[in-house]
């Protein structure tokens, strides 16, 4: 099969096309032949050698794929719920980046009616990440505030659209005012520059003084102390990411007033069985929001799966609103 590899760790050329021997799927696992693979930030680190992948997962990047299933046992077909042929995205711990792949059955879901495989591809990584840190860590309820720092990212735009079709209000940061406009365009109810204004002052004045009840975070750094500042009482805050830094000065008194609680995760080596659970309750409470229209996939662009390295390059150069995605028809 075709695949994309990281040749060596480093810049946007280390992506280099190949070929490999298609997986062979295991006991619990279909074979999937893919049409579409989209792209995530975790896959930049891990071209850099910074986001190594589990034990026993393909070398090849990419965590979610769209296609149709091509393999597996009659058991674990019937675990996802599919047959062989079946249009099918997946999230996977890596080798997305290529013609076949492999899934457990239970992070299989149903390409949803009505979507491209390009647009299913652009949704595992991304709602997985959403669902477990928004809904089911932080508790986020109708009615309440949410906080997305980065608003335009391939995860804010799924938090914008999930949050807001699930009642609550959303305020989002950007690094400019088009990407701010693009935000709202998506459906946050109030965008802050962060590059010209200060999201704490301005979360607090949109919320009257009360603050955000849950904040999803993908920078920390020294966003973790403002966030302190502007989270509501018993605030919930997320963090998925440091691209802001690693160490935080934080108020440890108002996380005793507020009752804060801080968290954070990240999905990939958590087990088969933690991403069924979430694929089971995306498939119930998402897929019929996104089969509807009332959540869509937001695409930037496609490259042909040979241009992965522009793809990347494209990424980090974070001119994108929402998902870029690898294309292999
Ligand atoms: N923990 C997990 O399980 C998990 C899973 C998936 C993704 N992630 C993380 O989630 C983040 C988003 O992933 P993605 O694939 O959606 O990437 P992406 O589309 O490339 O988005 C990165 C975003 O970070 C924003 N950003 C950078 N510095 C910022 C700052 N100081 N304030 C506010 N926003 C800032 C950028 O906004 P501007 O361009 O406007 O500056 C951009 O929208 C990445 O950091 C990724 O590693 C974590």
């Not at 019929?288 to 799966?305: C, D, M, T, W």
Request: glycine share 12%; with cysteine; aromatic share 4%.
């Amino acid at each position: 099969m075709r695949a994309i590899e990281i040749t060596a760790p480093g810049g946007p050329e280390v992506l280099q096309a190949c070929e490999r021997p298609a997986p062979v799927p295991k006991a619990g696992e279909l074979l999937i032949a893919v049409q579409a693979s989209g792209i995530n930030r975790p896959d930049v680190l891990q071209r850099k050698g910074l986001y190594p992948m589990p034990p026993g997962v393909s070398d090849l990047p990419g965590l979610e794929i769209a296609g149709t299933v091509a393999g597996g046992s009659a058991e674990d077909l019937a675990v996802a719920g599919l047959a062989l042929g079946d249009a099918v995205c997946a999230l996977v711990a890596g080798g997305g980046y290529a013609e076949f792949c492999v899934a457990p059955a239970g992070q299989c879901l149903p390409v949803p009616r009505g979507l491209t495989m390009i647009e299913a591809a652009s949704l595992p990584e991304t709602c997985f990440t959403v669902w477990q840190n928004v809904f089911s860590i932080a508790r986020l309820q109708a009615g309440e505030t949410l906080l997305v720092q980065g608003g335009s990212s391939g995860i804010g735009v799924t938090a914008i659209q999930l949050a807001k079709a699930l009642g609550a209000q959303v305020i989002v940061t950007a690094g400019s005012d088009a990407k701010c406009a693009a935000c709202l365009a998506i459906g946050a109810d109030h965008a802050i520059n962060y590059r010209t204004q200060d999201f704490a002052t301005e979360v607090k004045r949109i919320t009257g003084g009360k603050g955000a009840n849950v904040i999803l975070d993908m920078v920390a750094g020294d966003y973790l102390g403002r966030e302190f500042a502007c989270a509501a009482e018993d605030g919930r805050i997320a963090v998925i990411a440091v691209q802001g830094g690693t160490a935080s000065q934080i108020d440890a008194g108002l996380l005793l007033r507020k009752r804060l609680t801080l968290t954070g995760s990240t999905l990939r080596p958590r087990t088969v069985a933690y991403k069924t659970v979430i694929a089971q309750e995306l498939k119930a409470q998402a897929w019929p929001l996104i089969e509807s229209g009332r959540v869509k996939p937001v695409i930037h662009q496609v490259f042909a799966a040979d241009k992965a390295a522009e793809a990347h390059a494209l990424m980090e150069s974070s001119t994108h609103v929402g998902k870029i995605v690898l294309s292999w028809v």
